[in-house]
């Protein structure tokens, strides 16, 4: 460290940027308390905690390490009580440093003993029993404690998700939950996070129905919006999604289609652009429809979603960023609704849509040419199939 130390000041002392000049500051403080107080002092302790955070906003992370290695050997040399929370500070400080560096298992080493050496507060929560500790509202150092060991958790639920141990993501997660809610109550947008993030892990490794729990309980809160205004929208959608996608998963049809629903209506609400989303909703809701059997009601659908995008502006625009998606969305929808036609014995009305489609994708490749997705183009072979007269009867 001493001779990093001289190394940062002769590539910063030139430097006038704040965090340039603040390191340079910082520096020096602590050579001159290293001279005055000698190596094993809480001041010099203090210091080398501050150059380390001050190297972890650089991104310079190797070097903020060795500060905070460093300054972990003093402070444990300090006093011979048991360590404080300063030192679980510390721990995880280098943990997350040695989590973006990818160092996997040296990170979670460092985050465990974070929770080991932080008090009270540390014993509490490596024993999972968070609901049963007393937070002090009127100690500043209680809820610190509570928010440091809370993120530790939730750290190191991130790292067990990647490694694949998904088990171990879940409990840690749900250690992170129980912390948030004792520091924040159940209805922040922090706890939804959570439980939105152990639903989908928990329908990763097929626990279904305590992943519809989660995400149920994610859902009630992202509603109560008390998140910002621009995330609220996202964060109640993403939700849905999820919801409905573990609802179809669980063969859960009735309760999927009022999700979709839900969602159809967030969709006419939202102030930006989301006739495409809309209509590939409504195009959901009449696929689930036609599984459970009702033709006519998913036929009524079906046209509802085509007729939103008939009128969208992500279709009549073709300088929009999503106008191919449209048109993908245009000749999927006409399909459909071709091939219904087929199943109320209504051949007719069916080659009229499939005429309409088989159309519209020959004008599209005419004035569009490469720019029209495959998958578009190849749909014309099988439009093509389905007016054929053997086809019709099967369509």
């Known amino acids: 460290v001493p001779a990093l130390s001289y190394v940062i000041l002769i590539e910063n002392e030139e430097e006038d940027d704040p965090l340039s000049m603040e390191l340079v500051r910082a520096v020096r403080a602590l050579q001159d308390k290293r001279e005055d107080f000698g190596a094993d002092h809480v001041e010099v302790a203090s210091l080398l905690n501050y150059i380390g955070t001050i190297l972890f906003h650089r991104r310079e992370l190797k070097s903020a390490i060795l500060f905070y290695r460093e300054e972990l050997k003093l402070e444990e040399s300090l006093t011979d009580e048991a360590p404080g929370i300063s030192v679980s500070v510390t721990y995880n400080n280098i943990g997350r440093i040695l989590q973006e560096l990818g160092d996997l298992n040296e ?27 007393q ?19 939730y750290n190191l639920g991130l790292i067990y998700d990647r ?10 997660f ?6 948030r809610q004792t520091l924040l109550g159940r209805d922040h947008p ?3 996070c959570l439980w939105y993030n152990i639903g989908t892990l928990q329908m990763e490794t097929q626990m279904l129905g305590q992943a519809l729990r989660s995400l149920q309980e994610s859902l009630r809160i992202r509603k109560l919006g008390n998140a910002p205004k621009d995330q609220g929208y996202q964060h109640v959608l993403t939700t849905l999604k999820k919801l409905c996608s573990l609802q179809q998963k669980s063969g859960l049809i009735e309760e999927a289609l009022v999700t979709l629903s839900e969602m159809a209506e967030l969709h006419k609400q939202n102030d930006a652009e989301s006739d ?26 079906a046209h509802r979603g085509f007729e939103i995008m008939l009128s969208s502006k992500t279709l009549n625009n073709p300088d929009s960023v999503n106008h191919m998606k449209g048109v993908e969305e245009v000749v999927v929808s006409l ?19 499939l005429q309409k489609v088989q159309g519209f994708i020959e004008m599209m490749l005419h004035q569009f040419s490469t720019a029209v997705p495959p998958s578009v183009a190849s749909s014309l072979e099988v439009i093509r199939f389905m007016r054929s007269n053997r086809c019709a009867p099967m369509a």
């Open 276 to 301: 495409l989303a809309l209509s590939a909703t409504y195009r959901q809701m009449s696929e689930l429809q036609h599984a459970k059997g009702d033709v006519r009601e998913a036929l009524a659908t």
């Open 135 to 153: 937070l002090d509202e009127s100690s500043d150092m209680s809820q610190s404690s509570v928010n440091l060991f809370s993120t530790i958790w």
């Open 174 to 179: 749900k250690m992170s939950l129980e912390l």
């Open 335 to 353: 399909m459909m609704i071709g091939s219904l036609y087929h199943e109320v014995c209504d051949p007719m009305e069916a080659d009229d849509t």
């Open 190 to 192: 922090d706890v939804a």
């Open 107 to 133: 990170a979670i080493r460092c985050y465990r003993k974070a929770l080991k050496t932080g008090g009270a507060w540390g014993q509490c929560a490596s024993n999972l029993v968070a609901k049963r500790c």
């Open 163 to 172: 490694m694949g141990s998904k088990n171990e993501a879940i409990s840690s």
